[in-house]
T-cell receptor
Framework: AQSVTQLDSQVPVFEEAPVELRCNYSSSVSVYLFWYVQYPNQGLQLLLKYLSGSTLVKGINGFEAEFNKSQTSFHLRKPSVHISDTAEYFCAGSSNTGKLIFGQGTTLQVKP | DAGVIQSPRHEVTEMGQEVTLRCKPI?????LFWYRQTMMRGLELLIY????????DSGMPEDRFSAKMPNASFSTLKIQPSEPRDSAVYFCASSPAGATGNTIYFGEGSWLTVV
């Protein structure tokens, strides 16, 4: 079965600290991977995506993610977080049938 | 440019009533998706249209749910009769052509409460 797994449901971190949000995908998911962010009471918006080429992908708001085929991972990182980064983050993979499969989400809580 | 537009933004209805959620995708996008978000189940894909044709409706919970896309600029998701367990945020999203490698653009959601 196609699946995307986010290993942490909540990640608390202090402002200006680095953060990593973990994501693993099943090998049956087509290797197009995405990270979306959802701010409170809003829809999802794209942070970054991996289609091919360089395994290190840079996105908006200073986020980046690294595609690791051997570990089937696509972890999201930011070297220094801000209070405004507090949100729900979703990892997703697209299948060959054109569907986007989401992980369960990780709540990033940035504390002052 | 206008994004994906959903209506209503919020709806509270009584159990047994019919609910219709509406969506206008981004102009020029050929694919439209309906997702449901709950605390327990996260984001679930309900149905996916390509060029107004339903491609995959395997996520539609049961016969009480139906979705239509009569033209490229409009889609509806109907629940009849509604039940309290249908309470959720329903997102409509669109993309240029499927989700394989393409960015999916989400609306702001329709927050449904069934009492």
């Amino acid at each position: 079965a196609q699946s995307v797994t986010q290993l942490d449901s909540q990640v608390p971190v202090f402002e200006e600290a680095p953060v990593e949000l973990r994501c693993n995908y099943s090998s049956s998911v087509s290797v197009y991977l995405f990270w979306y962010v959802q701010y409170p009471n809003q829809g999802l918006q794209l942070l970054l995506k991996y289609l091919s080429g360089s395994t290190l992908v840079k996105g908006i708001n200073g986020f980046e993610a690294e595609f690791n085929k051997s570990q089937t991972s696509f972890h999201l990182r930011k070297p220094s977080v801000h209070i405004s980064d507090t949100a729900e983050y979703f990892c997703a993979g697209s299948s060959n049938t054109g569907k986007l499969i989401f992980g369960q989400g990780t709540t990033l809580q940035v504390k002052p | 440019d206008a994004g994906v537009i959903q209506s209503p933004r919020h709806e509270v209805t009584e159990m047994g009533q019919e609910v219709t959620l509406r969506c206008k995708p981004i102009s020029g996008h050929n694919s439209l998706f309906w997702y449901r978000q709950t605390m327990m189940r996260g984001l679930e894909l309900l149905i996916y249209f390509n060029n107004n044709v339903p491609i995959d409706d395997s996520g539609m919970p049961e016969d009480r749910f139906s979705a239509k896309m009569p033209n490229a600029s409009f889609s509806t998701l109907k629940i009849q009769p509604s039940e309290p367990r249908d309470s959720a945020v329903y997102f409509c999203a669109s993309s240029p052509a499927g989700a394989t490698g393409n960015t999916i653009y989400f609306g702001e959601g329709s927050w449904l409460t069934v009492v």
